[in-house]
């Protein structure tokens, strides 16, 4: 079984709600970069939270597909490194945030602190 079906097989078993964070329905420009990939997706989030973000798209990302993004909060733009760990056919995709570049996370944490009414 190679990685992507080992990947798929995981979290077909795992769909119940395993979210850290709580997650805010907004919608907030992203671009995905997935890697192997020199064409990026300009789309927009349906929800978001500290830990990831869900996208609308017609073709959906495979689980396990790594990617890089950019989100724009308040016009600020913040780089993370995420992974594709839902997958609905026709309709999009959960990522999951990895890393964060630069001070992304405190960046997103305040966006979210003032979604949330902290």
């Known amino acids: 079984m ?3 079906d080992q990947s ?3 979290y077909a078993g795992h769909e119940k709600d395993r979210r ?3 997650r805010c329905t907004v919608n907030v420009q992203i671009e995905i970069r997935p890697d192997g990939s020199g064409v990026p997706l300009r789309l927009e989030t349906t ?3 500290r830990g990831g973000c869900y996208v609308q798209v017609m073709l959906p990302l495979p689980i396990g597909k790594r990617l890089g ?3 724009w909060l308040d016009d600020e733009p913040i780089v993370v490194r995420g992974l594709v760990v839902t997958r609905h056919p026709s309709f999009g995709n959960g990522i ?3 890393d964060f570049e630069g001070d ?3 960046v997103l944490h305040r966006y979210m602190n003032k979604l949330i009414g902290r």
């Open 8 to 10: 798929q097989s995981f």
């Open 20 to 22: 850290l964070h709580p």
């Open 2 to 4: 190679n990685l992507q």
């Open 69 to 71: 993004a950019t989100l």
């Open 104 to 106: 992304g996370e405190q």
């Open 47 to 49: 929800d978001l939270s």
């Open 96 to 98: 999951m945030f990895m």
